[in-house]
């Protein structure tokens, strides 16, 4: 489980740096492309995240 946080965090970090300041639904796409499958994680969270990193913040907290 630690290393699926791990990845799941570093994969957040990257698309936050990558496409900060992009509308919503590209930094969704992005993220519902290179994500890793993760128990529990729901679309709805993904779109806080995409909503976040659109707003240029970092919510993975690296």
Do not use: W, Y
Not at 19 to 33: I, K, N, S, W
Not at 36 to 59: C, N
């Amino acid at each position: 489980m630690q290393d699926t946080d791990a990845a799941l965090f570093q994969a957040v970090h990257g698309i936050a740096g990558s496409l900060a300041g992009q509308p919503v639904p590209v930094v969704m796409e992005a993220l519902l492309r290179q994500l890793p499958k993760a128990p529990g994680l729901e679309i709805s969270e993904i779109r806080r995240i995409a909503e976040e990193i659109s707003v240029g913040r970092d919510p993975s907290g690296l």
